[in-house]
């Protein structure tokens, strides 16, 4: 069985990370998609509140299973027996972080590889800071995150605001 790992924030999920995490669960066997910490940035969710917005949203995906995890993405990859990272990419600035994280990653452990998805057209514009900035300002949030967790993001925004 070919498992794979797409690791991000997910501050909220997007459909951009929808789109990534339906196409890798056509891919591999299996899919974990693991909210982690970036200690660059300001989460508006707890880990344990965005794990449970992304249930809800892949629901319906059979082989995807959302978790999270501290400490190194390769020793994550290890613990679940998966072989690949999935990261999506929108842009060239993109890539530039990713494929230095990919070099590292290969340095800790040539085993896991990372596969790049390259987004949508329609998603490349869209990134959970934008959702968050336009949920601050009350905007129509549906072209841009499951329907499911519109009214999480809207009253986790005014609760904050």
């Known amino acids: 069985m070919k498992s794979a790992v797409y690791p991000g924030s997910f501050d909220p999920i997007t459909l951009g990370h929808l789109n990534i995490i339906k196409r890798a669960a056509r891919i591999f066997d299996k899919v974990y998609v693991c909210v982690m ?26 082989n995807v299973e959302v978790e999270t995890a501290e400490g190194l993405l390769v020793s994550y990859c290890r613990e679940r027996d998966a072989s690949v990272i999935v990261k999506g990419l929108r842009a060239v600035s993109d890539f530039d972080w990713e494929f230095q994280m990919a070099l590292a990653n290969r340095k800790i452990d040539p085993a896991i590889d990372t596969l790049f998805l390259t987004a949508s057209e329609k998603y490349t514009f869209l990134s959970s800071t934008v959702v968050k900035e336009m949920a601050k300002y009350g905007a129509d949030l549906r072209d841009f995150v499951p329907r499911e967790i519109i009214e999480d993001i809207v009253n986790k925004t005014r609760s904050k605001g």
């Open 37 to 62: 910490k970036n200690s660059e940035k300001n989460p508006l969710f707890t880990r344990e509140e965005r794990v449970e917005l992304i249930k809800r949203t892949v629901k319906n995906f059979p």
